[in-house]
């Protein structure tokens, strides 16, 4: 059964970079045809697309936050992170990492639990 | 303001039959990107409740049945129950948008 988790800080400093970790078990990142990704939902918000992955570290960002992410992977460990510079108050949020297939338009059909981030002095 | 538009809200009692829609445009569902939903209960991730508009995950009720028409889609629920209640999501693609993931505001499931 494939598991994700992340893990990272709960409280980030404005203007620090945010940096969360997602840890894949019951699948090899780098044997599967999918992306992994991060996507988040600020209280009582919607949810936001922040971008994805490939196992060979193609990456695809949401053009808004664009400037400011940085999503890579480490096969050795089976593992993908997220990193985002420069953040306000407006990123606290529950960031999700979740995994898609690389065919079209397909969902994202496991995602781990959620951790919340929190930007705050 | 989302991409996708759902509607906040939606209200139902036990029993009945609920729908959600979620309406794009000719740049996402309309370009014939498919639509997928999500249900989230409060304090969870979301869980992938209809994939590939109109396909349920092993393990999803029939009650809960998807369909897309145009540049629009909706999630219907029949026999309606309290454990229902819940936020739905839509998500689809935008080619606009160098196909990146939109996702819809989310509705709120209230069961009566």
């Known amino acids: 059964q494939l598991q994700l988790q992340e893990s990272g800080p709960g409280l980030v400093k404005p203007s620090e970079t945010l940096s969360l970790t997602c840890t894949v078990s019951g699948d090899s990142i780098s044997s599967s045809p999918y992306y992994w990704g991060w996507i988040r939902q600020p209280p009582g918000k919607e949810l936001e697309w922040i971008g994805i992955v490939s196992y060979s570290g193609s990456t695809y960002y949401n053009p808004s936050l664009k400037s400011r992410v940085t999503i890579s992977v480490d096969t050795s460990k089976n593992q993908f992170s997220l990193r985002l510079a420069s953040v306000t108050a407006a990123d606290t949020a529950v960031y999700y990492c979740?995994?898609?297939?690389?065919?079209?338009?397909?969902?994202?059909?496991?995602w781990g639990q959620g951790t919340l981030v929190t930007v705050s002095s | 303001q989302s991409v996708l538009t759902q509607p906040p809200s939606v209200s139902g009692a036990p029993g009945q039959r609920v729908t959600i829609s979620c309406t794009g445009s000719?740049?996402?569902?309309?370009?014939?990107?498919?639509v997928h939903w999500y249900q989230q209960l409060p304090g969870t991730a979301p869980k992938l409740l209809v994939y590939g508009n109109n396909n349920r995950p092993s393990g999803v009720p029939d009650r809960f049945s998807g369909s897309k028409s145009g540049p629009s889609a909706s999630l219907a629920i029949t026999g309606l129950q309290a454990e229902d209640e819940a936020d739905y999501y839509c998500q689809s693609y935008d080619s606009s948008l160098s196909g990146y993931a939109l996702f819809g505001g989310g509705t709120k499931l209230t069961v009566l």
């Open positions: 979740a995994r898609r297939h690389r065919r079209g338009s397909s969902p994202f059909d496991y």
């Open positions: 000719s740049s996402n569902i309309g370009a014939g990107y498919d």
